[in-house]
């Protein structure tokens, strides 16, 4: 019995944003989702405007397991990940065996196709800045949704995802912020065009 998918399908369960009060709770499963499809759309754009010749299917699986650790894990909520460089190595040694624990779950002749999912390879080095900025986004985004709805619980947050995305300084990221990011306050009536 391999259980590497019952696993991974267990992400639906991990809620994000752990020391914030939501007023829509986000699974680790719907933000991997929404990473991957912003992860290819930043693709698509790299290369449709900026000169890129990056693989936007791959950039999408990658950010769909950008998080899978997590499933053994849970959520290290950012304040706590990111106290201290110690705290920061310790958890990233966790998330490594974490990511060790899933691909041991595979039978043995699937390992070497789920292995680059996990750990980074070399050959997907110019994606990963893409995940990583699609991840960003994901996070500015539910932080977006919940000022909007009120909750200025997520107002500092909002604030520090958007300079962290500013910081990135990637063409296809700021074409996406300019052209796409105010459709997401919209009504469903302003995004039908009625």
Same mark, same amino acid.
């Given at each position: 019995?391999?259980?590497?998918?019952? %696993?991974?399908?267990?992400?639906?369960?991990?809620?994000?944003?752990?020391? %914030?009060?939501?007023?829509?709770?986000?699974?680790?499963?719907?933000?991997?989702?929404?990473?991957?499809?912003?992860?290819?759309?930043?693709?698509?754009?790299?290369?449709?405007?900026?000169?890129?010749?990056?693989?936007?299917?791959?950039?999408?699986?990658?950010?769909?397991?950008?998080?899978?650790?997590?499933?053994?894990?849970?959520?290290?909520?950012?304040?706590?990940?990111?106290?201290?460089?110690?705290?920061?190595? #310790?958890?990233?040694?966790?998330?490594?065996?974490?990511?060790?624990?899933?691909?041991?779950?595979?039978?043995?002749?699937?390992?070497?196709?789920?292995?680059?999912?996990?750990?980074?390879?070399?050959?997907?080095?110019?994606?990963?800045?893409?995940?990583?900025?699609?991840?960003?986004?994901?996070?500015?985004?539910?932080?977006?949704?919940?000022?909007?709805?009120?909750?200025?619980?997520?107002?500092?947050?909002?604030?520090?995802?958007?300079?962290?995305?500013? #910081?990135?300084? %990637?063409?296809?990221?700021?074409?996406?912020?300019?052209?796409?990011?105010?459709?997401?306050?919209?009504?469903?009536?302003?995004?039908?065009?009625?």
């Amino acid at each position: 019995m391999s259980s590497f998918f019952a %696993m991974l399908d267990r992400m639906k369960y991990i809620q994000r944003w752990g020391l %914030m009060r939501s007023t829509r709770a986000e699974s680790l499963s719907e933000h991997a989702q929404r990473t991957a499809w912003l992860a290819h759309a930043l693709a698509v754009l790299k290369n449709a405007r900026f000169g890129g010749n990056v693989n936007p299917e791959r950039a999408a699986l990658l950010a769909l397991f950008h998080d899978a650790p997590e499933a053994i894990t849970g959520d290290l909520p950012t304040p706590v990940k990111y106290y201290n460089a110690d705290v920061r190595a #310790a958890y990233a040694s966790v998330e490594e065996h974490a990511a060790q624990t899933l691909l041991a779950m595979l039978p043995a002749d699937l390992q070497a196709a789920y292995s680059p999912l996990l750990f980074p390879a070399a050959e997907d080095a110019a994606l990963w800045p893409i995940v990583k900025a699609a991840d960003t986004l994901c996070a500015h985004l539910k932080c977006l949704e919940e000022t909007r709805a009120g909750n200025r619980e997520f107002s500092i947050a909002a604030q520090h995802t958007r300079a962290k995305l500013d #910081a990135l300084d %990637m063409p296809e990221l700021n074409a996406f912020l300019a052209e796409f990011l105010p459709a997401f306050g919209g009504t469903l009536d302003e995004m039908r065009g009625n």
